[in-house]
């Protein structure tokens, strides 16, 4: 019976000592984690995972003016998942071989997007594709600003945590959007 135990408390401490702690993750690698953008991929994320033929129907939705009146939903918030924009915007962005990095940020009105190009566009045709890429995603009341200064990649990303009621919000995104309008923007106005 000893032996048994002495055995199970060694196991034990085995597979103890075998654990990871996610404490000890330097903040490089947190931050790191929090911005991949495929961290949530898979089953729960995407409803065409289960059902090839998902992305191929259509939405249709029809409700009667009483229908309607009868929902207990009908006066829920419609919000907008602001770092799903961020994330499908910057994958249109990079589909073009022109662009090695973009960073987008959404807020409630604005979009951010700092991206570093090649050679392949002239810094007016690359700020054009940033920008009608992000006009064609997000609804037209957002403001689009790009810019081609890399530097401003980091700029974005020290603002992936933040929140709209975070103090000094209105400040910084008004400082970086000052910096992008030194940049090409893109408008055929």
Do not use: W
Not at 2 to 12: A, C, D, F, H, P
Not at 31 to 50: F, H, K, N, Q, S
Not at 61 to 71: A, C, I, M, R
Not at 90 to 119: C, M, P, Q, S, W
């Amino acid at each position: 019976m000893k032996y048994i135990l002495s055995s199970l408390v060694i196991t034990m401490i085995a597979l103890t000592g075998c654990t990871t702690d996610n404490s000890l993750r330097d903040e490089h690698e947190k931050i790191a984690d929090e911005l991949d953008p495929t961290r949530d991929e898979g089953p729960v994320r995407d409803p065409g995972y289960e059902d090839p033929e998902a992305n191929s129907r259509l939405g249709y939705v029809n409700y009667t003016k009483e229908q309607f009146e009868q929902d207990p939903e009908r006066n829920r918030v419609i919000t907008m998942n602001r770092t799903e924009m961020a994330d499908i915007i910057t994958r249109v962005i990079l589909r073009h071989e022109a662009f090695d990095e973009v960073a987008t940020l959404v807020t409630g009105e604005e979009v951010l997007i700092a991206y570093e190009k090649n050679d392949l566009l002239e810094a007016n045709e690359a700020a054009d594709v940033a920008r009608k890429s992000a006009e064609s995603i997000m609804p037209r009341h957002f403001e689009i600003y790009v810019s081609d200064n890399n530097v401003l990649i980091r700029d974005i990303e020290s603002l992936h945590n933040s929140t709209t009621k975070d103090p000094d919000y209105d400040n910084t995104i008004e400082q970086i959007i000052t910096e992008m309008k030194k940049s090409p923007q893109g408008r055929d106005d």
